[in-house]
């Protein structure tokens, strides 16, 4: 596996483990419809959190939150709308964030970013 996949694998197992210990149950991770993937779906009472997390191993090129395009946004609001349509039975508020996270030798910083942008 390339070395940039790996990151991305450390990115979101370190997310996972964030949204946990801050009281999110995740109901599903790497979820895909059609050409979207999704890589954390989270719950926190009645919102339903669409995670997308961004991992770099250098901020000398842009956040990694500055990473997330409109064209992948569209993608991850369709999927979003898949998934809820199809597996949650109640009303739910739907929240999109973003866990952007530097991790290299110096160390790690993750940020969690709330409500990061809109789906209208």
Known sequence: ????????????ELAALHLLKSGYDILIRNYSFQKGEIDIIARKKDVVIIVEVKTRSTPDFGDPQDF???????????????????????????????????KNKAGTKLEHIEDAFYHF
Not at 5 to 11: I, S
Not at 76 to 84: E, P, S
Request: glycine share 4%.
């Open 1 to 12: 596996m390339a070395e940039h996949n790996d990151l991305g694998d450390e990115g979101e």
């Open 68 to 102: 997330l395009k409109k064209d992948q946004i569209q993608r991850l609001v369709a999927t979003a709308n898949h998934y809820v349509e199809n597996f949650v039975e109640d009303e739910v508020e739907v929240r999109f964030d973003i866990v952007a996270i530097i």
